[in-house]
């Protein structure tokens, strides 16, 4: 599901500036869950709950998403979630440094070497791309949005049993719609919600369904009953689902190195799921 929102993501761009769109869909997606769990009667978060929630809000939304959906509007959709699946190598990384409890066994650290390696030769086909300024701002603020999704995937894992996650998403996300909502109000080309065209509104709705509702709840069940590792290694498959999402819908290219590219990453997955068992 994940996949598919890197190519409705660069479709919505295209209308309105793209922190105006992520803030949208934050703010509408987090809106619903909040009214859901406030209608379900849970109890709000403690006042202890409130630093990790603005931790996540910033380092999930305001920062991952928010730069991952204006990177999109400089690079194609498939590059960008190529660049969205180098996530698992930063946590691997952190766990080496001795930053989180357990180290990754070492067939794990080898699956994600060999799935970061498919990551590359896809990669392989747009470097003369680089000569393009306006591509090498997509490159760089997709690659910071990797950072701050592995801190914050580490940091969910941390902290996900403090508070209902489900209903701190929603906290989470309508923050972030609102922190991003403010700053899009900065670029001159800021649109006014009437003015806002169809074809972005299906964008920011099928975002907020497939990937605020379903795919947010799908990730945060797998990091409560996953290895943070193992939970990971979803980024593999994105890059796969976006590249013929975006060769189909979009017409981006789709070769044969990119194709036999895209076959490395599934023996990483399999691995580091091999590496672990799941009691």
Sequence with gaps: VWGTTWVVSKEGVKHIPALQMAGLRQFLGGSIYLLYFIFRKYPLPERKDLFPLLVLSFLNFVCS???????????????ASIIGAIFPLWIVLIGLTGEVKTAPPRKAVLGFIIGF?????????????????????????????????????????????????????GFQMTISGIILSIISMADPAHTPIMEIPETTWF?????????????????????????????AIYAYINPIVAL?????????????????????PLLGIYLVNSSYKIN
Excluded at 65 to 79: C, E, F, M, P, Q
């Design 65 to 79: 998403n928010g730069l991952s959906t204006w990177g999109v509007k400089y690079i194609s959709a498939g590059l």
């Design 203 to 231: 964008a920011v709705f099928y975002l907020i369904i497939f990937g605020s509702l379903i795919g947010f709840i799908c990730y945060l069940y797998a990091l409560q009953h996953l290895p943070t590792e193992q939970t």
């Design 244 to 264: 013929i999402a975006g060769w189909i819908f979009l017409d981006e290219n789709l070769n044969p190195v990119i194709i036999g590219g895209c076959y490395v």
């Design 117 to 169: 390696s498919g990551i590359c030769i896809i990669f392989y086909d747009h470097l003369a791309d680089f000569i393009n300024p306006d591509f090498r701002f997509g490159i760089m603020l997709s690659l910071i949005a990797t950072w701050t999704w592995a801190f914050g995937t580490i940091y969910t894992k941390r902290h996900a049993k403090i508070f209902n996650p489900y209903f701190g998403l």
